[in-house]
């Protein structure tokens, strides 16, 4: 197939990704809650001490897209498994990683709106106050998210059609997720604080190489997972 | 028989194209290569258990077979190697000349499958999922309105699938079919969940393609609402073909069948 | 297939058993050795004592711990290039030895720490490492647990073994930059010279045990693939059928 070809591919799998999303109306809403939910779970389990709250707020926010997430990624594959329509997904002429970066885009799209209700509420719960740069922060945010879907797009390809679902994604995807991770924890911390050590944007150069090699990896070991 | 004409699959034949003619009977060979469909000695596993054991069959051009098997017979099994869904554990199969495996596109470009299940999207209406199937296709969504005419969809285009019956899914499902134009359709159990209309529109589809040069592989449980489309019937059973059986014209045809490597009419 | 039935008769297995339990038994007594020479000929630390000396099996399981680890990814690559069964059973063998060895590295290093800091776990960059390691292998030992279908299993383990093995230096990397922020580095000198000498042939003697545990692993498991071939060739002899 042509580029434009696999490309319009590509987008009409976001497309039908989320249309059927906003369709199924409990989506997005179910998962936020479940952030907002376990946000305000550590939030008790922290303590109530503000200083506490606010050296672990950007660890406490993390956690919860990453929970909320990892639902997220399972329900991407269910409607394809639901009605038997993967079968036929496959059974069109084109790439497979076509099918992998419409996923990915798609989910992406998801979790971020996710994020526009979990993030300003951690920031409520957790007293942080909103630093100048917050531009910034908003920029890392995404780029955490990018490596987090990434990988969670590619790993619920096999969860979600295996047994055992619900705790093989988080098995699978959370240790490849550590690197991904502390940099997007660290830098957050960084740019919370204002910075005072000048290390965050380190971590944020670090965050966009570990964006793009498993992006590159996950694009190219596609086809094997779904195939079979 | 002609003299010259050597056949069968004993080692070093070859199945030569021609016409025989015998007093009660003609005997039209294909050549091998010309088939729509060949599968040798394909085998398939799932876990430990063998749905196909060792499946040699050729599917000629402008040929209807029919397979019939009880559940578990590997009926399914069969179809979806042919359409490339699953690949086989062991032997080869080629549609239209194209491995497959090693050319899965090329073949996907040219089969419909429709599955028993409806393999559509729940929550979108069936015009859009028959969109997505045409920007999946790499086609241009012209035909849309003529497809859903021709199963009988047309008012319920706006409609979302999940609204819809059984019998309506699979008109739905027949209806991206239409829209690749396939060479070689494969059928699994297209009869069920559908009312006489139905039936008789599946049976048009079918010979639409047939007429056109294609084949068609159906997966049935009875024969009778295939009418006399089927040129032929496979039975399986445990994964293997154990009959293959012409219509009443032509007696003794499996025999000859079993000696001859491409197809008898 | 990858597997031949025919080097399984009943003769050549209980002689390839009897020279592996040999082998076995050989292998343990070198490293028995080499633990006893080290432990011997090192001097006491001047700040651990004797505690120092459980570097002998600590750091040689790290070392062959990562030499499993390259061998899952090898062997991955080498099953989605040419498909051969083989190839993923030796790379689910090295899995296993590989989460033994990072299980005994844990267990260790925590039994080192201890006594020297008086807790149990001190987020040391290694170490910490090493656990995210163990959970990798522990999750491509679960994922290859929950799939039947054997071309599917393999599949899927050796993308996620690939993966794994991309995923392994830029963990270290990242954590380590990630303790150097917060807390100076704390685990104990590996580079005195007295201790090399006994690091080294201890490392060798673990390289040994952990090429013999793959190649055991991958013997058994080639005599499993053996016994679902004559269960194959069972099932597909007594078919019928007009193509038999």
């Known amino acids: 197939m042509t580029w434009s070809a696999e490309w319009r591919r590509v987008g009409a799998i976001v497309w039908k990704d989320l249309t059927t999303e906003r369709r199924s109306k409990a989506g997005v809403n179910a998962v936020a809650f479940m952030g907002v939910l376990v946000l305000l779970l550590f939030g008790f389990a922290l303590g109530p001490d503000t200083e506490a709250l606010r050296r672990a707020a950007s660890g406490a926010l993390w956690l919860a897209i990453l929970f909320a997430g990892v639902l997220a990624f399972n329900r991407s594959y269910q409607l394809e498994l639901d009605g038997g329509a993967l079968e036929s997904l496959l059974l069109y002429p084109g790439a497979r990683w076509g099918i992998y970066l419409g996923k990915l885009i798609a989910n992406l799209v998801f979790v971020l709106i996710v994020e526009v209700v979990v993030v300003p509420i951690a920031l409520i719960l957790y007293q942080v106050a909103l630093p100048p740069g917050w531009p910034a922060l908003l920029g890392v945010t995404v780029m955490g998210t990018i490596g987090f879907v990434t990988l969670g797009t590619f790993y619920a390809a096999m969860s979600s059609r295996s047994r055992a679902r619900e705790v093989l994604l988080p098995l699978l995807l959370f240790p490849m997720l550590v690197p991904v991770l502390l940099a997007s924890v660290e830098a957050l911390t960084g740019l919370l604080a204002g910075d005072p050590m000048r290390e965050a944007g380190a971590w944020v150069r670090l965050l966009g190489a570990f964006d793009i090699i498993f992006l590159v990896a996950s694009l190219l070991a596609f086809e094997y997972v779904i195939e079979v | 028989m002609k003299p010259d004409a050597r056949v069968g699959e004993y080692p070093g034949s070859r199945v030569v194209a021609g016409t025989i003619r015998l007093p009660t009977v003609t005997l039209r060979i294909t050549d091998r290569d010309d088939a729509a469909a060949t599968m040798t000695s394909v085998t398939r596993r799932f876990g430990r258990r063998w749905a196909l054991r060792g499946v040699s069959l050729t599917i000629a051009r402008g040929e209807v077979v029919g397979v019939e098997g009880h559940n578990g017979s590997g009926k399914s099994t069969l179809l979806r190697i042919l359409s490339t869904a699953i690949r086989p554990t062991g032997g080869t199969a080629q549609v239209f000349g194209e491995d497959v495996v090693k050319n899965a596109d090329a073949v996907r470009a040219q089969v419909a499958f429709l599955t028993h299940y409806p393999g559509l999207y729940d929550d979108l209406s069936a015009e859009e999922n028959l969109r997505f199937a045409c920007r999946m296709l790499g086609i241009d969504g012209a035909r849309i309105p003529e497809v859903l005419a021709r199963v009988g969809l047309e008012r319920e285009g706006r409609e979302i699938v999940r609204t819809f019956s059984a019998g309506m899914q699979r008109r739905l499902s027949l209806a991206r079919l239409l829209l690749q134009r396939p060479r070689l359709l494969l059928l699994d159990e297209p009869y069920n969940n559908f009312d006489p209309a139905g039936i008789a529109l599946v049976n048009d589809v079918v010979r639409e393609v047939r007429s056109e040069g294609g084949a068609a592989m159906i997966v049935l449980h009875d024969r009778h609402s295939a009418g006399n489309l089927l040129d032929r019937v496979a039975t399986l059973r445990q994964g293997v073909v154990h009959e293959s059986s012409d219509d009443e014209r032509a007696p003794g045809a499996p025999l000859l069948q079993s000696l001859v490597g491409g197809r008898l009419t | ?244």
């Open chain 3, 1 to 244: 297939m990858g597997v031949s039935t025919a080097d399984l008769t009943m003769a050549s297995a209980t002689q390839s058993r009897t020279r592996g339990a040999w082998a076995g038994i050989g292998i343990f007594v070198l490293l028995a050795l080499t633990q006893w020479i080290a432990i011997s000929i090192s001097v006491p630390d001047r700040d651990m004592g004797h505690l120092q000396k459980i570097m002998y099996v600590h750091v040689p399981a790290a070392w062959n711990m990562m030499i499993a680890y390259f061998v899952v990814a090898i062997f991955s690559l080498r099953y989605l290039w040419k498909g051969q069964e083989r190839d993923d059973l030796i790379a689910a063998a090295a899995a296993e030895s590989g989460a033994v060895l990072t299980g005994l590295l844990l267990v260790l290093g925590m039994i080192w720490a201890k006594p020297t800091w008086g807790i149990w776990w001190t987020w040391d960059a290694r170490l910490t490492s090493s656990a995210v390691l163990f959970f990798m292998y522990v999750g491509y030992l679960i994922l290859r647990a929950f799939v039947d279908d054997p071309d599917r299993r393999a599949q899927w383990s050796a993308a996620v073994g690939l993966l794994g093995a991309l995923n392994v230096p830029i963990v270290y990397m990242s954590v380590r930059w990630w303790r150097t922020l917060h807390q100076p580095q704390s685990s104990p000198s590996t580079v005195d010279p007295n201790y090399v000498i006994g690091l080294r042939i201890n490392a060798i003697a673990f390289l040994i045990v952990l090429i013999y545990f793959i190649r055991h692993r991958y013997e058994s498991a080639k005599m499993e693939r053996a016994a679902d071939q004559l269960h194959e060739r069972a099932a597909l002899a007594t078919r019928g059928g007009i193509n038999a």
